[in-house]
Structures are given as C-alpha cells and as structure tokens.
C-alpha cells in the first residue's frame, strides 16, 4: 500500500529553483507532522525540513534560508520549496511523518548541475 508519494523533482542549474510535493493519505497526514529527507549516493537518508503538527518548522543548517516546508490540508499535500539551489542538493528526496515514520515512497530525484 503505497501511502507516500513525492513528485516534482528535476534536472536544475545552480541557482534555480524546484518545488516538490507529497500527498499522503488523509489519516497520516492529519495525525502527523510530515518531514521532508533527502539521500545522495553513497551517503544515508538525513532530514531536511520538518513541519511539526503544532506547525513549528525545523531545517537542517545546509539548507536553512533556502528551503521552505508548507503544506496543504485540502489536499493532503506537504511541499518542499527549494531556491538557490546547489549542486551538493544532489540527492533522491522523500517525504515521511515525523517523528515516527511509515514506509518509505519511492521519492523524487533531484539534480543540480554545476
């Protein structure tokens, strides 16, 4: 059963922008805060941006200033905005609840060119 599904990734220049998406089920969603990773190669899964239920924010310090984590209850969607974007943002990015996780989606590749 396939609970998350991430979407919106792409091949960008340094500097540009993207904006990822994650529709999760609606008992998942509203139960939750939702967290948003990423996994470059040959590296682990870290977290990017998290969205509490209390709708406190946290980001990690690579992306702080850049990134911004959003969501939509309407329609069960957590975004990731992504602006200046860097090379070392090179990764496959996934979305989960937060804190405890459920199984992982397929996620959405993210590539930066230099």
């Known amino acids: 059963q396939v609970q998350l599904v991430e979407s919106g990734g792409g091949l960008v220049q340094a500097g540009g922008s993207l904006r990822l998406s994650c529709v999760a089920s609606?008992?998942?969603?509203?139960?939750?805060?939702m967290g948003w990773y990423r996994q470059a190669p040959g590296k682990q899964r870290e977290p990017v941006a998290v969205?509490?239920?209390?709708?406190?924010?946290n980001y990690a310090d690579s992306v702080k200033g850049r990134f911004t984590i959003s969501r939509d209850n309407a329609k069960n969607t957590v975004y990731l905005q992504m602006n200046s974007l860097k090379p070392e943002d090179t990764a496959v990015y996934y979305c989960?609840?937060?804190?405890?996780?459920?199984?992982w989606g397929q996620g959405t590749q993210v590539t930066v060119s230099s």
């Open positions: 969205l509490a239920r209390s709708g406190s924010t």
């Open positions: 609606g008992r998942v969603f509203s139960i939750n805060g």
């Open positions: 989960n609840t937060v804190p405890n996780s459920i199984a």
